[in-house]
T-cell receptor, first 115, second 114 residues
Framework: AQSVAQPEDQVNVAEGNPLTVKCTYS??????LFWYVQYPNRGLQFLLKYITGDNLVKGSYGFEAEFNKSQTSFHLKKPSALVSDSALYFC?????????????FGTGTKLQVIP | ETGVTQSPTHLIKTRGQQVTLRCSSQ?????VSWYQQALGQGPQFIFQYYREEENGRGNFPPRFSGLQFPNYSSELNVNALELDDSALYLCASSLDRSNTGELFFGEGSRLTVL
């Protein structure tokens, strides 16, 4: 079975400071990893993904994530936070095998950027 | 390019009733997945439809069922509604059933069961 853990319910960061949202995963085989963002009363929007290749993945809105196989982590990062980054962030994992896309999401981390 | 659209956006039902939620996939996408997002939780995979057939299912009872139509749009049906079915139901489309790409989500249908 595949699973995702987001250990922090909420992360607070001052505007302009770097931010990190943590994610660890469990899956058989090499994982497909994703980050999505959700604004209030909206659907999820894709930020970035890791499939293979470089461990540092760059995505939308200046976000990036670092894949660490030995620590089974995929932390989301941004060098300088904006107030508009305040939202709910979900890490997700999908096993590489199988003919369908069962994507497992974490419980989400609320990011609050303080002006 | 048209995004994923869902209807209705909000609805209220009473326990025991049935509900149908609808989804139009993004242009060119042949795969639709449905997710249930309870308050304060991450989305939970219900099932996936590819070329009008269910080809993957999460841990949901048979009273959750679906359809996909030739134009790749989809319906989610829930029978015998329970209070715990209250949630945001999200539809997501993708280019193919097993590709490595991202899911494209609609804005959801918020179901309240009283």
């Amino acid at each position: 079975a595949q699973s995702v853990a987001q250990p922090e319910d909420q992360v607070n960061v001052a505007e302009g400071n770097p931010l990190t949202v943590k994610c660890t995963y469990s899956v058989s085989g090499n994982p497909y990893l994703f980050w999505y963002v959700q604004y209030p009363n909206r659907g999820l929007q894709f930020l970035l993904k890791y499939i293979t290749g470089d461990n540092l993945v760059k995505g939308s809105y200046g976000f990036e994530a670092e894949f660490n196989k030995s620590q089974t982590s995929f932390h989301l990062k941004k060098p300088s936070a904006l107030v508009s980054d305040s939202a709910l962030y979900f890490c997700a994992v999908r096993a590489p095998s199988g003919g369908y896309q069962k994507v497992t999401f974490g419980t989400g981390t609320k990011l609050q950027v303080i002006p | 390019e048209t995004g994923v659209t869902q209807s209705p956006t909000h609805l209220i039902k009473t326990r025991g009733q049935q509900v149908t939620l609808r989804c139009s996939s993004q242009s060119g996408h042949n795969t639709v997945s449905w997710y249930q997002q309870a308050l304060g939780q991450g989305p939970q995979f219900i099932f996936q439809y590819y070329r009008e057939e269910e080809n993957g299912r999460g841990n949901f009872p048979p009273r959750f069922s679906g359809l996909q139509f030739p134009n790749y749009s989809s319906e989610l049906n829930v029978n015998a509604l329970e209070l715990d079915d209250s949630a945001l139901y999200l539809c997501a489309s993708s280019l193919d059933r097993s590709n490595t790409g991202e899911l494209f989500f609609g804005e959801g249908s918020r179901l309240t069961v009283l």
